[in-house]
């Protein structure tokens, strides 16, 4: 582990002048990005954050006081396999690829860029949260997973310099150019052109979307490309943060609600109603199933047959690494009805791995309707049926109630303020939203967490203002 060069990392990056000479200087454009989109107002601010300095499974992460420029960014990729094999598809068995597969180059670099997008995108959505923390605990919290983002960034960027040659330089330079919500320049991808503006959108966001990054991640991680495999499997353990900052995040402001529900009304009470947080699920819900890509999908079939991008767990949990027999029962709209169709199985992998997504977020879901019953309250959170409110896939372009019955347009018009956060909640929600800065104080409308952050109670001051 070369901790100490300019570019923290475990790739031994001094060896390849050339290389290291192009990240060396895409660097200085990255902290100018840092500096102009990261979290606005903190940024000379100390840190208790946890950086990386390993990338074993055991203690890999150093806790320390750290202004947000000074991050140690870097480049950790898990440590190689002697002889990796490709894991599934066509050329399963076969030594795994240490370079890009000429034929899969350009698909492979949209994939890359589109993952890589995302990370930077999320920093600048999530910028101006600091400014109406609920509890120093939760300040940190927010800035451990901007400067993760980043490093995510980093990660991607490292790849398209290291074996994209001069388009992937390219690319890496309009990852610092797109800016989230700018209608002339937007992010690759929708979710991550919503504003992320209060905290209950954060929560909600690290819960849902960045839980679709897990399941990308884990399906990248088992690439028989050997570099990406490797990345995408020191991210995961990264990204098991930001979603243990949502999960946690909504089961607290569910403890609250319900404690305020027994004491009168919530909105008089400063909380935020269960009907509001349910619309915000909805919402975020469903914006992450879009990022999964079409149900029945040529390019899954293609990106599988090639060993680029498997299953979940592809090597724990299949034997049939070839997938070629199977088919796949689907539920499309044919002719203005919900019908079954069979699919190969390999055109519905987006499908295979967003319904592994569905089952990790209703763990969730029942984690937090354990909250409200501990609370001695009997109204329950579900997820909406996942046909809902889609814009990507099978399901665009045609409307669904929240059981993923088929409605028509003027339907769905007329009751989508029941559904999903009107102008109204959100504006209520914001009215909540006062920034709480002393040490082991939080706002009204959210519960404290169980514990502190590795072993430090939740009074202590992970930030220092
Ligand atoms: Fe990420
Ligand atoms: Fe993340």
């Known amino acids: 582990m070369n901790l100490y060069d300019r570019i923290p990392n475990n790739v031994n990056l001094s060896e390849d002048k050339k290389l290291q000479r192009a990240l060396e200087k895409w660097l200085p454009n990255y902290l100018d990005w840092w500096r102009e989109m990261g979290p606005e107002g903190f940024q000379e601010k100390d840190v208790w954050l946890r950086t990386a300095v390993d990338v074993g499974s055991e203690g890999w992460a150093h806790f320390d006081y750290v202004k947000m420029p000074d991050y140690r960014w870097g480049i950790f990729l898990e440590p190689p396999q002697p002889d990796a094999k490709v894991g599934f598809g066509d050329n399963y068995g076969r030594p795994a690829y240490q370079e890009v597969p000429g034929e899969f180059r350009n698909a492979l670099r949209r994939i890359i860029v589109t993952q890589g997008d995302t990370e930077p995108a999320s920093v ?51 990852l610092l150019e797109r800016r989230s919500g700018n209608p002339d320049k937007p992010r690759i991808l929708e979710a991550f052109n919503q504003p992320c503006d209060d905290w209950l959108n954060f929560f909600a966001f690290t819960m849902f979307t960045d839980r679709d990054g897990k399941y990308q991640l884990s399906a990248l991680a088992e690439s028989g490309f050997e570099p990406l495999a490797r990345t995408c499997q020191f991210m995961l353990t990264e990204e098991a943060h930001h979603m243990f900052v949502g999960d946690t995040g909504l089961g607290r402001v569910c403890r609250r609600t319900a404690q305020l529900m027994k004491e009168g009304d919530v909105r008089e009470l400063g909380g935020i109603p269960l009907e509001i947080i349910q619309k915000y699920i909805n919402f975020w819900f469903s914006y992450s ?83 409200l019953a501990d609370e001695g309250v009997s109204e329950r959170l579900y997820l909406p049926n996942p046909r809902f409110h889609r814009h990507v896939g099978e399901y665009a372009g045609h409307t ?6 088929l409605i028509s347009k003027e339907e769905f018009e007329r009751r989508k303020s029941e559904w999903l956060p009107t102008m109204e909640d959100r504006e209520y929600v914001r009215s909540l939203m006062h920034p709480v800065y002393e040490v082991g104080k939080i706002a009204n ?21």
């Open 124 to 174: 600048e959505q999530q910028r101006q949260l600091g400014k109406t923390c609920p509890s120093l605990y939760d300040l940190r919290n927010l800035f451990q997973v901007n400067v993760e983002e980043g490093r995510h960034l980093w990660a991607m960027v490292y790849l398209l310099h290291g074996y994209f040659g001069r388009d992937g330089r390219d690319e890496a330079d309009e």
């Open 289 to 371: 199933l879009d990022l999964f890509g079409g149900e029945i999908s040529s390019n899954s079939a293609d990106f599988f047959a090639a060993g680029l991008k498997g299953r979940y767990k592809e090597r724990e949990q299949y034997t049939d690494h070839l997938a070629t027999n199977e088919n796949f029962t689907m539920t499309v709209v044919a002719d203005g009805q919900l019908k079954t169709r069979e699919v190969p199985l390999r055109n519905a992998l987006n499908e295979v791995l967003r319904g592994e997504y569905v089952k990790d977020c209703e763990k969730g879901l029942a984690r937090w309707n354990k909250v």
């Open 400 to 405: 669904f109630d929240l059981e993923g019955h």
């Open 445 to 465: 409308w959210i519960a404290p967490p169980a514990a502190g952050i590795k072993g430090k109670p939740f009074a202590f001051e992970y930030v220092r203002l």
